[in-house]
């Protein structure tokens, strides 16, 4: 069997200062479009969340990775392999909570924020919560309702950035009804 | 050796795609009956195989053969599903349909942003590169079967 012209699986190396930089532009301009840092934090969340539904078939068709067993499976391959494959860092898995249904993603540097100061009237900015939407979209897909939010952020005077995860339940797959 | 038919459906049981290259009878509904039984089909097997199963599995449904045709069933953990119908002589079609998903249907379609996802697909370029991707099959031939 041919497998003709496949795709070569070694992603496109790109500088990351453009994303950066790219991602700081459309954060100013909301930030101008929206009167306070609740709503900028939300469409950021809605952006994010519709860029997930469709990474994730990308994900799955580069990586080659089959379906998670459990949450703690999930983890590794978001920690491991998508956080690498799509920003090039590999943050550490922590905080298990004891039913094995909530961790912390720790980010030891955030591309994102590579040229971030936050001003102090943006407080309740947070900046980088394009991760979040893109990570409960991408879950979403693949049949798992998580929670996801920052817990920690460097930008807003934390030690560290978290991003904590917890899983809510199976989206279970329905036979569609039979006059639609 | 040829190619049949090839149907493509979303995780809600909508057909995205389908097209048909050496297709001698038809099944006399609708198609969108037909896809509707299609699906109807597809997921009870999904659910037979599994409760069936003696062991735990990996895959689960991959394919299963009448005296005439032999269907190839791909599934994404995304729950896309990929369906080719083939002649007997094709083995094992699980390279091909993975193949259409990750070099056509992502690059084309999930990559072009104004293709709605989970609405039937109309996109030319999809359907022509798949066409040529199908015709270029080493088992495809329209004249045999």
Request: aromatic share 12%; glycine share 6%; net charge negative.
């Amino acid at each position: 069997m041919s497998r003709q012209a496949n795709r070569t699986t070694d992603s496109k190396k790109m500088n990351s200062e453009l994303f950066t930089l790219t991602y700081g532009a459309l954060v100013t301009q909301l930030c101008k479009d929206y009167e306070n840092d609740e709503e900028v934090n939300k469409q950021l969340d809605k952006m994010g969340y519709n860029i997930g539904v469709r990474l994730i078939e990308d994900f799955l068709a580069r990586s080659n990775i089959g379906r998670c067993q459990d949450f703690r499976e999930t983890a590794d391959v978001i920690a491991k392999v998508a956080f690498k494959m799509y920003l090039g860092i590999t943050p550490s898995v922590t905080n298990w909570s004891p039913a094995g249904d909530e961790f912390s993603l720790i980010l030891e540097n955030n591309p994102l924020v590579d040229f971030v100061e936050l001003p102090d009237n943006h407080s309740t900015l947070i900046y980088s919560n394009l991760l979040v939407g893109v990570l409960r979209g991408a879950l979403e897909m693949v049949q798992m309702a998580v929670d996801v939010r920052f817990a920690q952020d460097t930008l807003r005077g934390d030690n560290v950035t978290e991003i904590r995860m917890k899983f809510i339940k199976r989206i279970e797959e329905n036979l569609p009804a039979g006059d639609e | 050796m040829t190619v049949h038919n090839l149907y493509i459906f979303d995780r809600n049981g909508s057909c995205l795609y389908y097209n048909e290259w050496n297709r001698k009878k038809q099944a006399g509904i609708s198609k969108d009956e037909e896809f509707k039984l299609m699906y109807g089909m597809l997921f009870s097997i999904r659910s037979f195989v599994s409760k069936m199963s003696p062991l735990d599995m990996k895959d689960g449904f991959l394919s299963f053969q009448t005296s005439k045709y032999r269907l190839h069933y791909y599934e994404t953990p995304s729950g896309l599903k990929f369906i080719m119908n083939t002649d007997l002589s094709v083995s094992n079609a699980r390279d091909t349909l993975q193949h259409i998903y990750s070099n056509l249907y992502v690059e084309y379609i999930v990559k072009n942003p104004v293709v709605m996802l989970g609405q039937s697909l109309d996109s030319e370029l999809f359907g022509s590169r798949l066409d040529s991707f199908i015709r270029a099959l080493p088992y495809y031939s329209p004249r045999a079967a």
